[in-house]
T-cell receptor, first 109, second 114 residues
Framework: AQRVTQPEKLLSVFKGAPVELKCNYSYSGSPELFWYVQYSRQRLQLLLRHISRESIKGFTADLNKGETSFHLKKPFAQEEDSAMYYCALLETSGSRLTFGEGTQLTVNP | GAGVSQTPSNKVTEKGKYVELRCDPISGHTALYWYRQSLGQGPEFLIYFQGTGAADDSGLPNDRFFAVRPEGSVSTLKIQRTERGDSAMYLC????????????FGSGTRLTVV
């Protein structure tokens, strides 16, 4: 069965510092991975997809199949990045997203 | 509509009662999903609709939970004989076809069973 692990429940950095939110997965097929974000009092929303190879709000994530990881990175954190971040894996059939438990990122001034 | 709409936003019910939670997806989105999120946890899959039919209902925890989408648009999640352990945030999401483009989530229904 597929599984997504986010080892850090809480992560705190200072503004301007680099940030990395870790995500590891286990899946027997070819994974499609996502990062979702939930800002305070807002709904869960898509941040980025690995298939798009995009950078959103300065965040990037690289799929490393050898390490089964999909860590989210940003070189210079901003206070407005403070939020809950969820890593998620989409089954090959496209029917089900499996989420990690989430990492609460706090960026201090 | 402009986004995924869920009603009610909050629901408090007594143990043993029946509840219905409603989801109105983005117009034209054929795929609809229900998730449940307990405090401190990530969302957990419940059921997935493609059009009117439940393509995958393997996440429903037991037969007290049931969901319908009779016209391929609005969906209702129904919970019979509610238990305190059913208390959670229930999230609905929709997508055009499958999930490769990412889901659009509603703001959820907070269910509290007392």
């Amino acid at each position: 069965a597929q599984r997504v692990t986010q080892p850090e429940k809480l992560l705190s950095v200072f503004k301007g510092a680099p940030v990395e939110l870790k995500c590891n997965y286990s899946y027997s097929g070819s994974p499609e991975l996502f990062w979702y974000v939930q800002y305070s009092r807002q709904r869960l929303q898509l941040l980025l997809r690995h298939i798009s190879r995009e950078s959103i709000k300065g965040f990037t994530a690289d799929l490393n199949k050898g390490e089964t990881s999909f860590h989210l990175k940003k070189p210079f954190a901003q206070e407005e990045d403070s939020a809950m971040y969820y890593c998620a894996l989409l089954e090959t059939s496209g029917s089900r997203l499996t989420f990690g438990e989430g990492t609460q990122l706090t960026v201090n001034p | 509509g402009a986004g995924v709409s869920q009603t009610p936003s909050n629901k408090v019910t007594e143990k043993g009662k029946y509840v219905e939670l409603r989801c109105d997806p983005i117009s034209g989105h054929t795929a609809l999903y229900w998730y449940r999120q307990s405090l401190g946890q990530g969302p957990e899959f419940l059921i997935y609709f493609q059009g009117t039919g439940a393509a995958d209902d393997s996440g429903l925890p037991n037969d007290r939970f049931f969901a319908v989408r009779p016209e391929g648009s609005v969906s209702t999640l129904k919970i019979q004989r509610t238990e305190r352990g059913d208390s959670a945030m229930y999230l609905c999401a929709s997508s055009p076809v499958g999930g490769l483009g990412g889901y659009t989530f509603g703001s959820g229904t907070r269910l509290t069973v007392v």
